[in-house]
């Protein structure tokens, strides 16, 4: 059975704190993708990675970075976490074109 | 104009109806058209996905694909209230960054036993 698995299903921080989490894929896929998912904007694309080390900016890349430095492991970095980066994260991973395969989300809350 | 458009709802129906979820498109380089459904506090899943125009049928659930309008639509038949979820529809282009999908914004369905 795939699985996708996020580090944390919660998570709260600090304003200005330095963010990081953690996507983990077993099924040996090429392409990652990190969203975020708002009421009334749906799920927007952040960054995706087609291969280790690769990456692309997605939609709305600013405050984030990422890293992939081995190919299960897709990291999203919030360099200094700001109140309008309180939404749910869902990771995702793809062997091709269509079926993207989506973990549960970490919902983070920035105070 | 939006890329991908899709009404958000709510829509709430009884058990047993028909329901006929949609979005429309404006990027004619779309050429693959999917469905996924995500149910509260979990990420999407597919449901089902078309390649081009036509029509898909998975059970009680049909896709289908104008290219012609750039609308399309998932009817769901006999609809029974495991099916209450969001449905996301999502597309994406057939070259270049064709990993990246594009989704609609959900439409929230309750179907009331």
């Known amino acids: 059975d795939v699985k996708v698995t996020q580090s944390s299903r919660y998570l709260v921080k600090r304003t200005g704190e330095k963010v990081f989490l953690e996507c983990v894929q077993d099924?040996?896929?090429?392409?990652m993708f990190w969203y975020r998912q708002d009421p009334g904007l749906g799920l927007r694309l952040i960054y995706f990675?087609?291969?280790?080390?690769?990456?692309e900016k997605g939609d709305i890349p600013e405050g984030y970075s990422v890293s992939r430095e081995k190919k299960e492991r897709f990291s999203l970095i919030l360099e200094s976490a700001s109140t309008n980066q309180t939404s749910m994260y869902l990771c995702?991973?793809?062997?091709?074109?269509?079926?993207?395969?989506f973990g549960p989300g970490t919902r983070l809350t920035v105070t | 104009q939006k890329e991908v458009e899709q009404d958000p709802g709510p829509l709430s129906v009884p058990e047993g109806a028909i329901v006929s979820l949609n979005c429309t498109y404006s990027?004619?380089?779309?050429?693959?058209f999917m469905w996924y459904r995500q149910y509260s506090r979990k990420g999407p899943e597919l449901l089902m996905y078309?390649?081009?125009?036509g029509n898909k049928e998975d059970g009680r659930f049909t896709a289908q694909v104008d290219k012609s309008s750039k609308y399309i639509s998932l009817f769901i038949r006999d609809s029974q209230p495991s099916d209450s979820a969001t449905y996301l529809c999502?597309?994406?282009?057939?070259?270049?960054?064709?990993?990246?999908?594009?989704f609609g914004k959900g439409t929230l369905l309750t179907v009331n036993p």
């Open positions: 990675s087609y291969d280790v080390k690769m990456k």
């Open positions: 099924m040996d896929h090429e392409n």
């Open positions: 990027n004619s380089a779309f050429q693959y």
């Open positions: 995702a991973s793809s062997p091709g074109l269509v079926r993207q395969y």
């Open positions: 999502a597309m994406n282009r057939s070259g270049g960054s064709n990993y990246k999908l594009t």
């Open positions: 078309t390649y081009s125009s």
